[in-house]
């Protein structure tokens, strides 16, 4: 589906036949399965940039979620009216804590920030930051945590510095400083996904996958290059696995091997292999891509 000009899908969230989609220019949602959308009015209504980046959304029923370039923005009535929980106030200058990404369990809302990991127990009232004493210099207050992942009791957050586990429910956080300084893994982890036992890690560098709880990471290969190395958001669904960045990958079988997609394949974009992928997500066996001024919805065979 075409989007307008200079926008593009940065996120999906998905209940049932509504599908939802951050862009940076606010949010988008749909009612009839992706054929059409229409924008949410002053989800990302900044007084500063207007309407700014939707990175992660989370929508159930009637309580949606939207991570903002100001904070988190919190509707409880549909998308009618809406609250920005700012989880650390801008320094001067205007300098801003962006949320890169959401994981929404029940009454619990993890949220990845600029700022560190911020944690909500009681549907986004309010937000904590006490776990983020695991975090390397603490006196800087850019720490960057990008990702966030959530599966049960267990947290996984993926940062400029490392890769970081929780075990109950984000209160403490084990940093993986074995992650850090090992020569090809990257210090940017930009997206997280647990399937099937294993840990797939979007990175900079390229997709890591681990099969041993965040002990050990290895890269995946698939063949394609350097189109694999930028990766920006991984999404999977039993045995399927998408990487998103330069270009769209998907593996069949669990990251052993991977087809690539361009714009030939009906992406969007212009011809060639060396486009970029800004999202995917799974929603059942079905694959939403984001590109620019574009949404493509595939079903691999």
Known sequence: MPLSSNQAALCFGFDGNTIYAGTNHGLLRSTDGGVSYALVPGVARDPVVGYSNVYSVYGKRNMIYAATDSGVAVSADGGNSWVVKVLKPRLPGGY????????VQGDTVYAACDAGVYISRDRGTSFDSSANNFL?????????IWSIYAQGSTVYAGGQTGFYISVDGGRHFTAYNSLEGKEDFPERVNGIVVTDGSIFAATSDGLFVSADA???FSRVSNGHGPY????????AAGSTVCSAGVGLFISPDGGKSFAQYTASSGLGGRLGNAFWTFSVAMNGNVIYCGNQNYIARLTPR
Not at 136 to 144: L, M
Not at 228 to 235: E, R
Request: aromatic content about 10%; overall charge negative; charged content about 5%.
């Open 214 to 216: 965040g002990q050990d």
């Open 136 to 144: 390397p210099n603490s006196g800087d207050p850019f720490p960057g």
């Open 228 to 235: 694999f190395s930028n990766t920006g958001m991984v999404a």
């Open 96 to 103: 801003g804590f962006p949320v890169a990404q959401l994981c």
